[in-house]
């Protein structure tokens, strides 16, 4: 069974900095593509930023130069680092990752969510 598992939540005073990380275990086979997303109270999830298999990254423009994308040389750990907090990023992150088991089926996998309070 493939688990991810998010740390570094918390509470943050606007222009102060947070580092998620998302631990990943399991029957992997491989990964194709990881995920941050996030929800903020009210509103639909909403995709933060990407990074393939090859290491190529994806930052949606509310994040760009803020966020950033990262992972482990033994990708078993992907992170997101945030700088320059804003109240608008206060939300419930998730990791995602779509990816194929050692039976090669594919899948997709959430983890639980970290809460991220950015106070003005």
């Known amino acids: 069974q493939v688990q991810l598992v998010e740390s570094g939540g918390g509470l943050v005073q606007a222009g102060g900095s947070l580092r998620l990380s998302c631990a990943v275990s399991g029957n992997i086979f491989s990964i194709n593509l990881m995920g941050w997303y996030r929800q903020a109270p009210g509103k639909q999830r909403e995709l933060v930023a990407t990074m393939t298999a090859g290491g190529n990254t994806y930052h949606t423009d509310s994040v760009k130069g803020r966020f950033t994308i990262s992972r482990n040389n033994a990708r078993t750990m992907v992170n997101l680092q945030m700088n320059s907090l804003k109240p608008s990023d206060t939300a419930v992150y998730y990791c995602?990752?779509?990816?194929?088991?050692?039976?090669?089926?594919?899948?997709?996998?959430w983890g639980q969510g970290t809460l991220v309070t950015v106070s003005s």
């Open positions: 995602n990752a779509d990816y194929y088991s050692d039976s090669y089926n594919r899948a997709e996998v």
